[in-house]
């Protein structure tokens, strides 16, 4: 395992943690699951996918990184690196994908 993976392990682990133990808006805590994350080179910055219960995932994605600030105050904490990586979140939008794609191959049948 490359040093960057186990970095991105390492995030990975820690912000589904904080989210599940220190963020109180009940949007985020119960409905938000990490999917990915992937970090730069420089490790400046990151992107975090995640997926939601919540069918209005816009307004989810929207709340998460106005608690961006947060999470990264409870990273430096938890988390031993050089500098903590500025973070963004985004909506994983590959199982859509992957039901519009069954569905069009369910079609074709």
Do not use: C, W
Request: hydrophobic share 40%.
């Amino acid at each position: 395992m490359s040093r960057m993976n186990k970095i991105e392990d390492l995030l990975h682990k820690e912000i589904a943690n904080i989210i599940v133990t220190r963020i109180d808006n009940p949007q985020i805590k119960n409905t938000v699951t990490i999917t990915d994350i992937k970090v730069s080179k420089d490790i400046r910055s990151a992107i975090v996918y995640f997926v939601t219960l919540d069918k209005n995932f816009k307004k989810v994605e929207k709340i998460i990184n106005e608690l961006k600030p947060t999470i990264k105050f409870y990273l430096s904490k938890n988390v031993h690196l050089k500098r903590i990586p500025d973070i963004k979140f985004i909506f994983d939008d590959t199982i859509i994908k992957g039901q519009r794609i069954n569905k069009l191959l369910d079609s074709l049948r």
